[in-house]
């Protein structure tokens, strides 16, 4: 399972769910709910972007899911969690995150991926700033969603 906000998707992410694909036989990847965060993208139009983006992987399917990670991953019979670690401002968080789902479902294993190093930089937060203010996205954002993303922020690609 790859758990994330996914608000939006990047190439960080994908980088990350493809080889998570080459690893394990079946990938779910789920939209799920981040209490700290406010999504830009509305549940729906992430898991759109989110299966454009990852069609060509026929052993990944996408979802959402708005409740505890470790409940739904039990639900699910999932037996991984993976994630990707940008650097080391990543590592408490996700460190936290994975315990605290061992706790709540003792079977499952969090398996952390590091970032392909010409993504390390890349971030949600950072494609919606640059997007914001018109910036070009092009490098950090699959072009299948690009006109998407640009259409959020209200630039007119036509
Ligand atoms: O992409 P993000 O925002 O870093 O992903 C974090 C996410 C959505 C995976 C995390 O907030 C989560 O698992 N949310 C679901 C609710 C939950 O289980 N919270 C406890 C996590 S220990």
Redesign the pocket.
């Known amino acids: 399972m790859c758990?994330?906000?996914?608000?939006p998707v990047t190439n960080g992410?994908v980088d990350i769910i493809e080889r998570a694909a080459s690893l394990f036989d079946r990938v779910n990847v789920?939209?799920?709910?981040?209490?700290?965060?406010s999504p830009v993208f509305s549940t729906e139009k992430r898991v759109a972007m989110l299966r454009a983006c990852l069609s060509h992987l026929p052993n990944v399917t996408v979802e959402s899911?708005?409740?505890?990670?470790?409940?739904?991953a039990a639900q699910k019979g999932a037996t991984a969690?993976v994630?990707g670690l940008r650097a080391l401002s990543d590592f408490e968080?996700?460190f936290?995150?994975?315990?605290?789902?061992k706790r709540?479902n003792p079977r499952l294993e969090t398996v952390f991926l590091t970032a392909t190093g010409d993504k390390m930089y890349l971030s949600?937060s950072l494609v919606k700033q640059v997007a914001q203010y018109g910036g070009d996205i092009s490098a950090f954002v699959p072009e299948a969603i690009l006109p998407q993303i640009e259409a959020q922020f209200g630039k007119d690609r036509s």
């Open positions: 758990p994330g906000s996914f608000d992410h789920v939209v799920m709910v981040n209490a700290a965060k899911f708005d409740g505890l990670l470790a409940v739904y969690i994630k968080y996700e936290q995150m994975a315990l605290t789902n709540l949600s």
